[in-house]
């Protein structure tokens, strides 16, 4: 069987502790043996596992679905949003990506709009607050009319797809030496904005949208580390569609504005 | 032991629902925003309700335990919801997905209930759309189907592999617009601890704040829980990790009965556990069976490669005794076959612990682009975990826990045992009966929260018009918060020498060797004091180190930890007492000569339904008995 021979490698982990947002944080020294069957996240299950009966607190972070889709893990690997494997939130890395020998430094995702909540804990709730300002289509339950009343061209709603897969990790926003929050604003605003559903709103939903992420997050400067971390593969080209969008509704709504 | 009342209306089924709405007391629009409502859980079925209710007007609180209404675990499933549009001209109707529903679910469902969900089906499908949820299209625009277990038509919509994620998004998008409209309060990273009740309705919650320990009163009208299901019991499940029963349970204790614990569904299609620190089990989408042929070596121990098996000394075992549906037959048939083989000798991997699912068939017919179109994040996925390609290998499944059909007992109204007191989606247990279809659960939460419970909810408010929430400082609510406290203080001062994972581990693995997939009364009856040893050392020797006013995991761990115990004791009795096969609960002693399910409907047409005694005394069993006035019970057949 490739893959699974369940090998045991070493590893010298460095991990970031940190008691709460406003206490000092600090790097902790742990090794580990672990087999290469074992996924990232269960090395640290492990690992909390002797902490604790040493009777020392095991190390927050945060993780549910580990299957990829919850977006709820997240951590810096060595550096990297998510870790060394493309395409691959943290949850499902696994540990034949790692050589015996290796160290690894594990800390929270950093970002000026993710303050740590404890260790590898992080708070991001400014990604909600994006949503909020206006990441739907209004309609009311029961107001629908039927699905194929409106056909979707294939293409757009495939396209649609492609900025829906978003798992709001916020791992572009930690791989952006700015902080920014663009590639998850866009793949919100373009997922409804390719969609006939979504054209009612689009121009006030941009704008919106686009001003709230300006309040919490940085300004994109095109490095396009973003992609490169998403563990869906969100494509830079969803910011050129929200940057055309925003300029676009500066002027489009301000000349709906003046009809009133 | 007493009848439980479904209040189930008269008439004609197909008529039931159409006639009740018209019966049931309205509130009207001024006077909805004279109600609170708490909605506990913020997955399809919480979302949707709390965003329907906020549209209504009612005052919403929403809760969530997670950091954002969107990690809910609905986002998990892959498959696709049922729907009976019949857009495929394939013979589907209301009364076929009724009927199959009710069949699928071994006939220990509500018939009325699932007649309901079968006619708002097609609604749920509309309602996404609108909300721009993706779902897969063909090449003229219009939305397309695929065929799932259990099932002989084409009614499953889907969003590729993702489409809970689609649904969930959609269901999140529409409660944060509501959030935005001020209709909801949104309270995240708060866990639901206790249920308060006054007078003997329930009136409110209490909540922690998960990052200041703070314990706070929440009080209401009515409560709604969404809270899920209890497959975390396993341990090993495909569920997420923070997925837990204890809403539930303590709702329970508070006086809502405990309706069939024993119905747990094993889905066929996971990854094999592969080592000791499995923290989970992920499952590969039923849908892959549409696609996929399962089969096992002809020779037990056969230590070959799949390549190097040809395809004489193969056994395609369900294509062989299931002709009609092969490989599509219900999760249950599908689940018990793969382990029969295995038990057999006949597993496939480095554990001997699978089957083989093999695409070589389905890649050589449609082609490598098409199958990767359909699958292909399955696939990438399945890749990562276990370093192997399905493209090039077949993959290895087998069987893991993957739902619960039982939960807390509902009416017609979806309204508990305690007035005020609802649940809604996988965290009640209407509509599967004993066996859950493929593509049926997103369809249950999102029917009970978007076009049900909003319904129903006002049948009971309306009554309640002029009656002021109960103010959070009453008694009921301080006595409940102190209680709380008090519970986080007991876990930080056991200081035993084991972890919570510890406990939680070797509980699973109790409740897997004696409740899983076959089931015997000695094994039960050997559940039963195994549980209840293992439940006494785990509150004498358990180790939660840290304080109650941080982030504190394991602390969170305890409390749900603790409440798995208590049910997993439940399940166990309920598996014993019902003495027949059905759906997902084997006993062993009730199978048909050919080795299926024997049901004995004379004296278990009915559903379980417990009342807590208190700890130390067993629940006592009631029953709802069950009519079928529309669906012949029959042996279920996939033959």
Same mark, same amino acid.
């Given at each position: ?260 | ?43 399809? +079925? $919480?979302?949707?309700?709390?965003? /329907?209710?906020? #549209? =209504?007007?009612?005052? %919403? !609180? ?118 935005? +409209? $001020?209709?909801?309060?949104?309270? /995240?990273?708060? #866990? =639901?601890?206790?249920? %308060? !009740? ?129 490989? =599509? ?311």
């Amino acid at each position: 069987m490739s893959g699974s021979n369940g090998e045991t490698i070493n590893v010298t982990l460095k991990v970031w502790r940190q008691a709460d947002a406003d206490a000092p944080g600090g790097f902790e020294v742990h090794r580990q043996a672990i087999s290469t069957d074992a996924s990232f996240l269960e090395m640290l299950d492990l690992l909390n596992e002797e902490l604790n009966a040493a009777g020392r607190e095991p190390i927050a972070f945060e993780s549910d679905c580990r299957e990829g889709i919850c977006g709820t893990c997240g951590v810096m690997i060595n550096g990297r949003a998510h870790g060394p494997q493309k395409a691959t939130a943290t949850c499902q890395l696994h540990m034949r990506e790692f050589r015996d020998g290796d160290e690894i430094v594990i800390e929270p995702f950093r970002a000026a709009g993710f303050p740590v909540i404890r260790d590898l804990a992080v708070d991001r709730s400014p990604l909600d607050a994006i949503v909020e300002a206006g990441g739907y289509i209004s309609v009311n339950t029961g107001a629908a009319s039927d699905a194929n009343l409106t056909p979707v061209p294939k293409v757009a709603s495939d396209h649609a797809f492609d900025a829906a897969a978003c798992i709001g990790c916020g791992a572009c926003i930690a791989a952006c030496p700015n902080s920014a929050a663009q590639l998850f604003t866009s793949a919100k605003i373009g997922h409804l904005g390719l969609l006939p559903q979504g054209q009612a709103e689009r121009w006030s939903r941009t704008e919106a949208m686009v001003e709230t992420m300006e309040d919490f997050f940085g300004s994109c400067t095109n490095h396009g580390e973003c992609t490169e971390a998403c563990p869906k593969e969100i494509s830079l080209d969803f910011i050129a569609l929200m940057n055309r969008d925003y300029m676009k509704a500066k002027v489009r709504n301000r000349a709906l504005t003046a009809q009133r | 032991m007493s009848t439980l009342d479904s209040k189930v209306p008269e008439g004609a089924m197909a008529d039931k629902w159409e006639n009740h709405k018209f019966s049931m007391k309205l509130v009207n629009p001024n006077n909805k925003r004279r109600f609170d409502i708490i909605v506990v859980g913020t997955g399809l +079925a $919480g979302a949707s309700a709390a965003a /329907t209710l906020g #549209e =209504l007007g009612y005052r %919403v !609180k929403a809760f969530t335990f997670h950091d954002s209404p969107r990690r809910a675990h609905s986002i998990a499933a892959q498959g696709g919801i049922n729907a009976a549009k019949n857009y495929t001209n394939d013979g589907d109707s209301v009364h076929r997905l009724f009927y199959d529903t009710v069949k699928g679910g071994d006939y220990r469902s509500r018939e009325a209930n699932v007649h309901r969900l079968a006619e708002v089906s097609v609604n749920i499908i509309d309602q996404a759309t609108a909300q721009g949820v993706p779902f897969a299209r063909d090449y003229g625009g219009l939305l397309d189907n695929r065929s799932f277990g259990g099932a002989q038509v084409s009614r499953t919509f889907y969003a590729r592999g993702q489409t809970g994620q689609q649904l969930l998004i959609g269901a999140y998008s529409a409660l944060m617009r509501q959030v935005a +409209a $001020g209709t909801v309060e949104l309270h /995240t990273r708060a #866990e =639901l601890l206790d249920v %308060v !009740k006054k007078d003997g309705r329930a009136c409110g919650i209490v909540t922690r704040d998960l990052l200041s320990g703070e314990v706070t009163p929440h009080s209401a009208h009515a409560v709604v829980l969404a809270t899920g299901g209890y497959s975390n019991v396993y341990f090993l499940s495909t569920n997420a990790m923070m997925c837990n029963v204890t809403a539930a349970w303590r709702a329970h204790k508070q006086g809502a009965f405990f309706a069939n614990p024993c119905y747990t569904q094993i889905h066929p299609t996971c990854i094999p556990a592969s080592d000791d620190f499995q923290s989970k089990l992920t499952l590969m989408s039923e849908s892959l069976r549409n696609d996929g042929r399962i089969w096992v070596p002809n020779a037990a121990d056969d230590a070959r490669s799949a390549s190097d098996i040809p395809e004489g000394d193969r056994d395609y075992y369900l294509e062989r005794k299931y002709p009609a549906f092969g490989n =599509l037959v219900p999760r249950d048939v599908a689940s018990r076959n793969a382990k029969i083989v295995c038990d057999e000798g006949h597993g496939i991997g480095p554990l001997q612990n699978g089957v083989y699912l093999d695409f070589g068939a389905a890649i050589a017919r449609s082609g490598l682009d098409t199958i990767s179109e359909k699958y292909g994040n399955l696939f990438d996925m399945y890749h990562r975990i276990t370093g192997e390609n399905p493209y090039e290998q077949p993959m290895r499944i087998y069987p893991a826990i993957h739902y619960t059909m039982g939960g807390l007992w509902v009416d017609y109204h979806l309204m508990t045992t305690v007035p005020g007191l609802y649940s809604i989606g996988e965290a009640n247990f209407s509509d599967h009966g004993a066996n859950r279809l493929g593509a049926s659960a997103l369809m249950q939460g999102l029917a009970d929260g978007y076009f049900v419970l909003p319904y129903t909810i006002g049948d009971d408010l309306a009554g309640q018009l002029g009656n002021a929430a109960v103010p959070t400082d009453d008694p009921v609510f301080t006595t409940a918060v102190a209680g709380i406290e008090d519970e986080s203080h007991r876990w930080l001062s056991v200081n035993g020498t084991r972890s919570v994972d510890h406990f939680h581990r070797e509980l699973g693995r109790i409740v897997w060797d004696r409740i899983g997939m076959a089931r015997n009364r000695s094994g039960l009856e050997s559940a039963v004091s195994e549980i209840s040893g293992l439940r006494s050392e785990f509150h004498n020797d358990v180790r939660v180190l840290g304080s109650a006013d941080t982030l504190n995991q394991s602390l969170e761990k305890a409390g749900r930890v603790a409440d798995f115990f208590e049910l997993a004791e439940l399940m166990a009795r309920d598996a014993l007492q019902r003495e027949e096969s059905c759906g997902g609960h084997f006993r062993e002693e009730h199978q048909t000569p050919e080795g299926e399910a024997q049901r004995d409907d004379e004296n278990f047409a009915h559903v379980a339904a417990w009342e807590w005694n208190g700890t130390d005394t067993p629940q006592t069993r009631h029953r709802e008995e069950l009519t079928f006035e529309t669906v012949a019970l029959t042996q279920r057949s996939y033959k």
